[in-house]
């Protein structure tokens, strides 16, 4: 792979201080592209902005500062999970209320869309042949599978699936639009997320492995090698796509 190409790019992560965005951090500073972190977290080993993407109604105006001040990146990543307090009101139930789906499609579909087209615009505007890569779920390509729930404390989502496929939607929009500006657009659906808390659910690991070819959960490294994959002269043609990352989940 030449991911040598990402020697001196600029990248803005939004989500940086998360598990995947750490991630990220760490692999592309390892191969010399400036990080610049867009979060409510910092992290001091990195450039750091501090954005809130709640704050829909200024977020053009937040992201616009980020660019003022650090310039206009050459990849953007958006790893970001802004889960709001009343998300366990969206389990499929009758006890759902509408202003939790509202309000979570505002700050998690919203916000992707509000700085997918904005980075686009500025990278239009300050000519860079640039990579934006959204990080989204399989759930945005299939429903969750409600057995794989079934007697863990992790809670189904009935929004969570419409929300990925909001995101899978403008990524294949950026890329329509922008494409003719040499700026390329992918998303990227990893399958379950390994992570500390993860661990402790024995049995809905259980569940989601029986599913699983490889029978192992997606580690943040998995998605980090496709995003600097993405982002390096190796992918020049690769736009619009959809692109998996779960052993073999969707497969089977």
Same mark, same amino acid.
């Given at each position: 792979?030449?991911?040598?190409?990402?020697?001196?790019?600029?990248?803005?992560?939004?989500?940086?201080?998360?598990? =995947?965005?750490?991630?990220?951090?760490?692999?592309?500073?390892?191969?010399? @592209?400036?990080?610049?972190?867009?979060?409510?977290?910092?992290?001091?080993?990195?450039?750091?902005?501090?954005?809130?993407?709640?704050?829909? %109604?200024?977020?053009?105006?937040?992201?616009?500062?980020?660019?003022?001040?650090?310039?206009?990146?050459?990849?953007?990543?958006? @790893?970001?999970?802004?889960?709001?307090?009343?998300?366990?009101?969206?389990?499929?139930?009758?006890?759902?209320?509408?202003?939790? =789906?509202?309000?979570?499609?505002?700050?998690?579909? @919203?916000?992707?869309?509000?700085?997918?087209l904005e980075i686009a615009? @500025?990278?239009?505007?300050?000519?860079?042949?640039?990579?934006?890569?959204?990080?989204?779920?399989?759930? #945005?390509?299939?429903?969750? %599978?409600?057995?794989?729930?079934?007697?863990?404390?992790?809670?189904?989502?009935?929004?969570?699936?419409?929300?990925?496929?909001? =995101?899978?939607?403008? #990524?294949k929009q950026i890329c329509?639009?922008? #494409?003719?500006?040499?700026?390329?657009?992918?998303?990227?659906?990893?399958?379950?997320?390994?992570?500390?808390?993860?661990?402790?659910? $024995?049995?809905?690991?259980?569940?989601?492995?029986?599913?699983?070819?490889? $029978?192992?959960?997606?580690?943040?490294?998995?998605?980090?090698?496709?995003?600097?994959?993405?982002?390096?002269?190796?992918?020049?043609?690769?736009?619009?796509n959809l692109i998996t990352? %779960?052993?073999?989940?969707?497969?089977?």
């Open positions: 792979m030449d991911f040598l190409s990402l020697s001196n790019k600029k990248v803005f992560i939004v989500g940086g201080s998360g598990l =995947i965005g750490s991630q990220l951090c760490n692999d592309f500073y390892k191969f010399g @592209a400036e990080v610049i972190i867009l979060d409510k977290k910092k992290n001091k080993n990195y450039k750091f902005f501090n954005i809130n993407l709640e704050k829909t %109604d200024s977020l053009i105006k937040q992201i616009k500062l980020a660019i003022d001040l650090y310039g206009c990146p050459d990849i953007f990543v958006n @790893a970001s999970y802004p889960k709001t307090k009343d998300w366990s009101y969206l389990y499929f139930n009758s006890n759902y209320k509408v202003e939790s =789906i509202i309000k979570n499609i505002n700050d998690h579909l @919203a916000s992707y869309i509000i700085l997918s615009e @500025a990278m239009k505007k300050n000519k860079i042949i640039g990579s934006i890569i959204n990080i989204s779920s399989i759930y #945005g390509l299939v429903a969750q %599978d409600l057995s794989i729930y079934k007697n863990t404390s992790i809670k189904e989502n009935m929004i969570y699936s419409a929300i990925k496929s909001g =995101i899978n939607g403008i #990524g329509s639009a922008y #494409g003719q500006y040499g700026i390329r657009s992918n998303v990227i659906c990893p399958g379950g997320i390994e992570n500390k808390k993860l661990k402790k659910e $024995k049995i809905f690991i259980k569940n989601y492995l029986i599913r699983n070819p490889i $029978k192992r959960m997606c580690k943040s490294e998995d998605v980090s090698n496709l995003v600097l994959f993405l982002s390096s002269n190796s992918s020049n043609y690769i736009s619009g990352v %779960d052993g073999g989940r969707l497969a089977v």
